[in-house]
């Protein structure tokens, strides 16, 4: 008698495009993870100028933006290459006819949680970025004095009075 659980099963075409389509959105995720830690990188920097431009006595580092923006990159490049083996492996798997994968979301849950710790620490550092500007820096006044001259000399418009 034929025993249809002795027999591998084939895959269907719709078990590896769905499997493609899988790690085509954790290959998404990653980038955006990189890109995103390359803006957060960059914002330390950008906040160095701004407190440069107000003329600022008071020097603050705010290298802290550079680590976290180091992370996120790192995270990014570490969930791509984790989803391109978890791949490799459901292929292998399909090919050889096992339909007994277990879903594990391990992967996205750690993400989650990761990109939930990292977004809370960036939180906090960004309020207490806030408070020490605020209470350091000059006059909101001057602050749109500084943005106003930027915005004029940056863009080549008309004279600003």
């Not at 960004?126 to 020490?132: E, M, T």
Request: one cysteine or more.
């Amino acid at each position: 008698m034929n025993n249809p659980e002795a027999a591998p099963q084939r895959a269907n075409l719709s078990d590896y495009l769905a499997a493609e389509r899988t790690l085509l959105a954790w290959i998404r995720t990653g980038l955006a993870m990189m890109g995103f830690g390359f803006v957060v990188a960059r914002f330390g920097l950008f906040l160095q100028e701004l407190h440069a431009a107000e003329n600022s006595s008071a020097t603050q580092h705010y290298g802290l933006s550079l680590w976290f923006g180091t992370a996120l990159i790192a995270l990014g490049i570490v969930v791509n290459v984790v989803a391109g083996f978890h791949h490799l492996r459901l292929i292998r798997q399909l090919d050889r006819g096992e339909t007994t994968h277990s879903h594990a979301t391990a992967q996205a849950v750690t993400a989650a949680f990761v990109l939930a710790v990292v977004g809370l620490a960036m939180a906090i550092y960004l309020i207490s970025v806030s408070g020490a500007s605020t209470s350091g820096s000059g006059s909101k006044k001057e602050v749109s004095l500084v943005q106003q001259h930027w915005h004029c000399s940056d863009f080549k418009q008309a004279p600003c009075g």
